[in-house]
């Protein structure tokens, strides 16, 4: 009876949703291949049953048979699904691990739907190391360690460089307050007692100390998470001023992507187009405009103008330079 009931749960799972229900035919002929006998009036009463339970098994409106009302819904599991494949930071086997997971919660036809759509992208990073970091971490979290570990940087012939930290052997000990996920990076946000401020470290770039993590009693400050990451990453912070780009037409599409939410079209011709909106004067704003090269002017402020002219001619003077040598040469 019990064993019935949950067989005939299961087929609901994986064989029906809202576009694919089945009848209570279809339900005795799929359990009479696990050799479990059935008949009609037993599956309404088991299906009722299961209903009344809280699981949520929908009747069609047309009496044409039931279907279960899976949690993740079919454009939302896509969507993860989606990220989790595109997602350069989570190896090509963690991927398909983690969407297998996803897919468990769907109909079989709604996972053929989604897996004929994913590209597997083959070149993705391996991930272990990273994976046990983060584990290391957040175990650190929820048990209120503080850990020591090694940061380094990476050289283009695969060389690790330490970084030096004179207070105690290149080691650096921090109590982390959390992992957060920025531009496809994992960072590390940590607390230093000698230092009493919070610091930001890439997660991939830790080497953690096992036996040298310990437990600690020590408070630690309130911190805006989402202050804090702004400030770390986002050109936008500081002093903001008043800007006022021209660019050409056709470049329209990039600016609108980057700038959505911050700016405002003013004039538009059939060939330029100028936006205004106020932001930070930083490297990265600098760059991105730069990107550009004769497709964007800046028409204010003055110092943006400036700084654009003097980033242009201290790249210059080192061509110039490696141009005087050739010719004297």
Request: hydrophobic residues 40%; contains cysteine.
């Amino acid at each position: 009876m019990i064993m019935k009931i949950l067989k005939t749960l299961q087929i609901l799972q994986k064989y029906s949703d809202e576009n694919h229900p089945m009848t209570v035919n279809m339900i005795i002929n799929m359990l009479a291949k696990q050799d479990i006998s059935a008949e009609r009036k037993g599956i309404y009463r088991d299906i009722k049953k299961m209903m009344m339970a809280g699981y949520p098994i929908e009747k069609c409106s047309n009496n044409q048979g039931f279907y279960y009302q899976h949690e993740l819904e079919y454009a939302d599991a896509k969507i993860i699904c989606d990220t989790i494949n595109a997602s350069n930071f989570i190896s090509m086997r963690h991927s398909r691990k983690l969407i297998d997971e996803i897919m468990k919660n769907l109909s079989i036809y709604e996972q053929e739907a989604i897996d004929q759509s994913l590209c597997y992208i083959a070149n993705k990073v391996d991930t272990t190391k990273l994976t046990y970091t983060l584990t290391k971490i957040q175990d650190a979290i929820n048990l209120h360690q503080q850990i020591a570990f090694y940061y380094f940087d990476h050289k283009f012939n695969n060389e690790i460089v330490y970084r030096k930290n004179n207070q105690d052997n290149n080691i650096y000990q921090r109590i982390p307050k959390a992992l957060v996920l920025v531009n496809d990076k994992y960072y590390l946000i940590a607390y230093a007692i000698n230092y009493q401020s919070y610091g930001i470290f890439r997660a991939d770039k830790i080497q953690i100390i096992d036996e040298k993590s310990v437990k600690t009693d020590f408070i630690l400050p309130a911190l805006d998470i989402s202050k804090f990451i702004n400030e770390n990453f986002n050109m936008n912070i500081g002093i903001k001023e008043n800007i006022e780009i021209r660019f050409d037409n056709d470049v329209e599409h990039i600016v609108y992507d980057r700038l959505l939410d911050e700016a405002i079209r003013t004039y538009k011709d059939d060939k330029y187009f100028i936006i205004n909106f106020d932001a930070k004067i930083s490297s990265d704003l600098i760059s991105w405009i730069m990107s550009f090269k004769n497709k964007a002017k800046v028409l204010k402020p003055k110092s943006l103008i400036n700084d654009i002219i003097a980033t242009n001619k201290e790249v210059l003077e080192i061509y110039e330079q490696d141009r005087s040598s050739s010719a004297n040469n």
